[in-house]
């Protein structure tokens, strides 16, 4: 049987239940009003609800799909639609009852059972509707306890529509236990709101109006629900089931954290975005020669990326160039340039716009205000290649004081990108023309190890250091760490498929991701799963990385990680004089380029003790090879580990690089290799 005939003959199965439970209850209404003998059984107008209720509930099941295939802004619109029409034919309901109020006609018994049975399907279908998308937006990333979790709530919902039966009314003692019991798990499974890390700053405040409106919607029929109460003529009343009660409550408590959950969300939401596109930004700066694109192309993406990221209302780059300087410029004309670059507020900003900055000058006083003119903030930086300068960035801003520190440290971050860029760029160009591929090399292993920490800082939680070599002259692999601050450390190593200077490249785009999403507060998972998002953009499809991303809590002496088809981790335990290693699952960055990557991302923690040992390594070193051609091993790292775990980091990365180079006898290394070495005190 089809999905689509399922749905119809549930749909005409709920009509059905539902006439049949109006119809029943009318008929009794009739027979009590004219003191006749009742002929059906007084539980049928109960048993037709109940079947109208289970109808409407797997009637939406069918029609709505899993979470996972639907766009949550969809989810959200389905139950405003749903509302809103639910409520519409209420109102005119409420409107002809209202016109006819003081008639006899609408004071019987009989009819006004009759709106209130109608009134009762609108309810039904709506709480019904919610409660199936609320389930779903729970179950987004479920997980095996939410998902036994959720599955003994519904059984409870089920067991209250057999307890419906017994007669209980609303405010009895036990209709309040039930209602309680449910109502506890209700705020349990309200808080998975997984969800709302997905939407951007626009969709929270539109998935804020339709919560709200559902709200709005719930109240309105819980109103009505109350006012026919009141009447005294019901003879089944629906705020007496448990059943109703419990999924009204379900609902208001779910709209209600999910707003306030999303109003909380709404100031990091900008940040991330930001953060994010500023990360692509860097790429394509990254990506630009390797992509084949021109200096003036180069020089494009960093004025617009450098404009978005700290919200310049003008700019300009001007480039030295042997037949007459050229000016690239965004809301400003070359007039105004001049009269700038004529009135600069002080010495170092005069030479940077001027083009005759060299290297040693100060870079710190490179942004200012302006008295005159259209614009209040100037900043300025020189883009340097071989410690020449070849052009100028300057941006602008209408107010006083608009630049600050942290901009200058992100649009130094791009200059920096770009000169390295563009001295790639010159660098290809000199290799193709006068055939200098060795020497261009040479400059480019220059380059990335600049890349990389020349020393990664020790702290009075733990020492750490750190080695790589290329089997190249330039390679793929890639370490660093970053100090969030209150004892976090963020720590990071990769390896990029492939070598040379293409794996390089990709190295470096890792790089300014690393220091792009690597903030306080971001989990792990996230990291990785926005590091892929960016990564996607722009590696070629034949390329990937693998990596670890490491969360280091020395105040809760706790490890959080992700790995992302890296080699596994591993530790010695000084305590038990054991070695370890951490075989979590992962896939590398670039391989699945769309939003499926994250199931592929697992998130795991260890506590560590003083004297424990973390050695992190690329597979350069466990697959190098001797000359009878055998590979050196997980077992022999950490056998050569445990020879040296009394010494201190240093010490112990020279004991394995000679236990490598013996076992390889002479033979040349064929792949890149690191090694990270962190000792906790």
Not at 116 to 141: A, E, M, N
Not at 195 to 216: D, E
Not at 491 to 520: E, R
Not at 638 to 661: D, H, M
Request: with cysteine.
């Amino acid at each position: 049987m089809s999905k689509k005939t399922k749905i119809r003959i549930i749909f005409i199965l709920g009509v059905l239940s539902w006439l049949l439970y109006s119809f029943s209850d009318l008929y009794f209404i009739f027979l009590k009003k004219h003191r006749m003998t009742e002929t059906f059984v007084d539980l049928l107008p109960q048993v037709f609800l109940t079947m109208f209720i289970l109808s409407t509930l797997f009637y939406y099941r069918y029609l709505i799909t899993k979470a996972e295939s639907i766009n949550f802004m969809e989810l959200l619109w389905r139950v405003f639609l749903t509302g809103l029409g639910t409520t519409v034919v209420s109102l005119l309901l409420r409107l002809i009852f209202n016109l006819f109020s003081q008639t006899g006609f609408i004071k019987n018994p009989v009819t006004v059972n009759f709106f209130y049975h109608l009134y009762v399907g609108l309810v039904i279908v709506y709480v019904i509707s919610t409660f199936v998308v609320w389930k779903r937006l729970i179950l987004y990333q479920k997980t095996k306890n939410l998902i036994q979790l959720w599955n003994f709530f519904e059984y409870a919902l089920y067991l209250a529509l057999i307890f419906d039966f017994m007669g209980h009314k609303l405010q009895s003692l036990m209709f309040n236990v039930a209602l309680v019991f449910l109502s506890t798990f209700s705020v349990v499974l309200s808080f998975n709101l997984k969800w709302i890390a997905y939407l951007n700053f626009r969709q929270k405040w539109k998935s804020i109006l339709f919560i709200l409106l559902s709200g709005i919607y719930l109240y309105h029929f819980f109103l009505n629900l109350t006012t026919y109460s009141s009447t005294g003529l019901l003879t089944n009343d629906l705020l007496d089931h448990v059943f109703v009660g419990a999924i009204l409550l379900f609902i208001f408590i779910y709209a209600l954290i999910a707003v306030l959950v999303t109003l909380f969300n709404l100031p990091t939401s900008s940040v991330f975005e930001q953060k994010l596109k500023e990360a692509v930004d860097f790429q394509k700066l990254s990506q630009s020669v390797p992509a084949g694109q021109s200096e003036m192309e180069t020089y494009e993406i960093l004025i617009d990326s450098s404009m978005s990221a700290v919200f310049a209302d003008a700019a300009w780059i001007e480039v030295a160039q042997s037949d007459g300087n050229k000016l690239i410029t965004r809301n400003i004309d070359a007039a105004e340039v001049a009269l700038l670059k004529e009135t600069s507020p002080n010495e170092n900003i005069h030479r940077i716009i001027n083009l005759r900055f060299t290297a040693g000058l100060n870079q710190q006083k490179n942004f200012s205000s302006l008295s005159k003119g259209t614009f209040r903030s100037i900043f300025a930086l020189p883009i340097l290649v071989k410690n020449e300068q070849i052009a100028s960035l300057v941006l602008l801003q209408e107010v006083s004081d608009a630049f600050n520190r942290e901009m200058v440290n992100i649009i130094t971050t791009f200059v920096n990108q770009a000169s390295i860029t563009l001295e790639n760029a010159r660098l290809l160009d000199d290799a193709i023309e006068n055939e200098r591929y060795k020497e261009q090399l040479k400059i480019a292993k220059t380059v990335q190890k600049s890349l990389l920490p020349q020393q990664l800082s020790n702290n009075a939680s733990f020492d750490i250091m750190a080695f790589s070599m290329a089997a190249d002259e330039v390679g793929g692999d890639y370490y660093d760490m970053i100090d969030h601050g209150q004892g976090r450390h963020g720590l990071i190593i990769g390896d990029v498929s492939g070598k040379g200077t293409s794996a390089a490249f990709n190295m470096a785009q890792m790089k300014g991701i690393f220091h792009s999403l690597s903030q306080p507060g971001i989990e792990p998972a996230e990291f990785m799963i926005k590091a892929n998002d960016a990564l996607s953009r722009c590696l070629e499809k034949s390329s990937f990385i693998t990596a670890s991303y490491f969360e280091i809590d020395t105040t809760e002496k706790l490890v959080r990680y992700v790995r992302a088809g890296h080699c596994p981790a591993i530790i010695y335990q000084e305590k038990n004089q054991v070695i370890l290693d951490f075989q979590t699952k992962g896939m590398g960055l670039g391989i699945v380029r769309n939003s499926e990557y994250e199931k592929y991302v697992h998130s795991n923690a260890f506590h560590y003790s003083p004297g424990d040992i973390f050695l992190l390594y690329t597979d350069g070193i466990t697959e190098a090879t001797n000359p009878d051609n055998q590979q050196f091993g997980d077992e022999r790292l950490k056998t050569a580990l445990l020879k040296y775990t009394c010494l201190q980091p240093e010490k112990i990365k020279e004991g394995i690089i000679s236990e490598l180079y013996a076992f390889l006898a002479g033979k040349k290394l064929e792949d890149d290799y690191t090694i990270v070495i962190l000792k906790f005190n």
